[in-house]
């Protein structure tokens, strides 16, 4: 990035134009991110292929092998709630850096396809302490009838943030996508009828700019929202976006540089900058500049 995108993506986040993309790797030293899971449930369940580390691969075999799509979503919950709950008084846990740094910031609206309200407390947490609202994607019809969270007649502002789930929340294990069947659903369902998604989260999709953190290139998540959904809407509006990938790509094969001028390459024809390093790292930036020191 250069520091030309870093004074538009804080003009966006000034005039209340900014949307984060929150994805497993904010949570990354606070809760087990997808791989390990996976690991561990396809050596317990006896995975028979060789993609131990995907887990909507895993996830999908267990539903298979219980017969039963739920399944596996209680079991990542249980999973997900056995882990110890941070802090975020303790301002010296630098795990905590990101999410603390983000509700710290005059956002209305954070998107996230995590399960887990860490996003909510760190923006309880945060001086002025705000009063998040956590909404589900309706994303089939088992959902529809779930009580509105936000309330009738909510505008989320910077004190009433709005936190959409993109992908299910721990409220309701049915309402994650989880598996590869979820996953191809999800999209499906969303594409034939657009008002699965609430007003507010197109316009947000649409207007303003995205801050993607907590996403590889590889992971499904980012392909199905930047593809299936973001791609699908209308770009009129759409200002810079972000998205914070480590360096080098942990997934490289050969020479790093090679794979990190690819993703540049990638990024750029969907007009989104890219940020090399860590979720952490980026708070450390954002914050420097936000406070005025671009240094």
């Known amino acids: 990035m250069s520091e030309e995108d870093w004074k538009v993506l804080l003009s966006t986040i000034r005039y209340r134009r900014c949307t984060p993309f929150l994805g497993a790797g904010v949570n990354f030293g606070i ?3 997808g791989g390990q899971i996976a690991e561990e449930w396809a050596k317990k369940e006896t995975y028979p292929l060789k993609w131990r580390d995907d887990l909507s691969s895993v996830a999908q075999f267990m539903s298979v092998k219980y017969k039963s799509g739920i399944y596996p979503k209680r079991q990542i919950l249980e999973r997900l709630d056995d882990e110890p709950k ?23 609206v954070y998107i996230t396809t995590n399960y887990d309200d860490l996003l909510g407390d760190a ?13 589900v994607c309706r994303w089939h019809s088992g959902l529809k009838d779930l009580p509105l969270a936000s309330g009738k007649g909510y505008e989320p502002d910077e004190i009433n943030p709005l936190v959409f789930h993109l992908h299910g929340t721990n409220q309701y294990p049915e309402s994650l996508v989880l598996t590869e069947d979820d996953y191809l659903d999800f999209l499906v369902n969303v594409s034939r009828d657009p008002q699965i998604l609430p007003p507010r989260i197109q316009r947000a999709l649409t207007n303003g700019s995205m801050l993607f953190i907590g996403y ?32 080098p790509p942990d997934d490289h094969s050969g020479d790093p540089k090679d794979a990190q001028s690819f993703l540049e390459k990638y990024f750029g024809g969907l ?16 914050l420097r500049r936000w406070k005025g020191d671009p240094k």
Request: hydrophobic share 40%.
């Open 86 to 108: 941070p802090d975020f008084s303790q301002l010296g846990d630098n795990r905590l850096k990101c999410l603390r740094a983000l509700a710290g910031l005059p956002i209305r």
């Open 271 to 286: 007009n989104v900058r890219v940020y090399w390093g860590t979720a952490s790292q980026f708070a450390e930036d954002l």
């Open 31 to 33: 809760l087990p991110m």
């Open 216 to 247: 590889r290139l590889k992971d499904i998540n980012f392909r199905v929202i930047h593809r299936g959904l973001v791609g699908s809407m209308d770009h009129s509006q759409r200002e810079l976006s972000v998205t914070v990938q480590v360096t």
């Open 123 to 135: 923006l309880r947490s945060a001086e002025p302490a705000k009063k998040p609202r956590r909404e």
